[in-house]
């Protein structure tokens, strides 16, 4: 090989260029299911929810994680009902597993690959459809003494003067196909604990900015999701932080406080575990100990 054939990695890397690494993360697979993918006979759509649930578990050697529909458009680009009919359609053909967890789905791969229904088949449901209307339309019922087969008769539509005609070939695509098309924000591990967070806190307006990215970011390389995930439940289950106690309305629950350190990480962690064995009991007897002490507040 010459040495202009030479690809200057390090220069491209300057230049803003992604180059695959593995020192940068991968994810580690069994060649049982890596054999199945690719001969796997399922939508685009369901491919594209599959490698983001891949991703997302044995990218961080899990057998299972917790999704919501929401951010499993935010990391394929799909819309809403796109990812809904995926996951059914990976749950038919007994690929993933689904269990309900409150607002989450815990969703995991099924290590059994030889259950996996590799390609439609009877459980079809747009084939099944079909096969229903058909068996219920005598017109397209195959005569089995002649062996002829009816015509359908479809029915003259009246025109629609504000739709223009199917042979016009300018009929609209629908909202969700459009959006298949658009730009979407790459996959970032921080995007999932954000996103977390605002549904936890109901915080739907809230943006995720440099400042709240930042603490993210230190703090997922030293803790996993899940862990980051505890603490925030733990702030969501603290009165005093949540605002709840009588005469303190403010809330201490921003995303910079809960990951301002590791300790408050830490904390707020421990806090999920005590607090739902003692809903009883007073939630000042917690709060306590961080108020002053520069720890959570």
Known sequence: MSTANVIDLEARRKEGVVIADTDNGFTRIANDIMDRLYMLDISASAFRVLNAIIRQTYGFQKSTERFTNSYLQTMTGLGATSVKDSLNMLVDRRIISVEKSGMFKVIGINKSVSDWQMDAGKSDNNSRTKNTQQAANPATIESRESGYKKPRIRPQKAANPAKPSRESGHIKEETLQKKLFKEKQPFDPAIQVFEYWKTVMKKSRAHLTPERRAKLVSRLKDYPLETLMDAIDGCALSDFHMGRQPGKPEQHNDIELIFRNGSNVERFADM???????QSAQ???????????GGLV
């Open 272 to 278: 999920k575990q005590a607090l739902q064995s003692a």
């Open 283 to 293: 939630p000042t007897d917690w709060t306590q100990n961080f108020v002053g002490t």
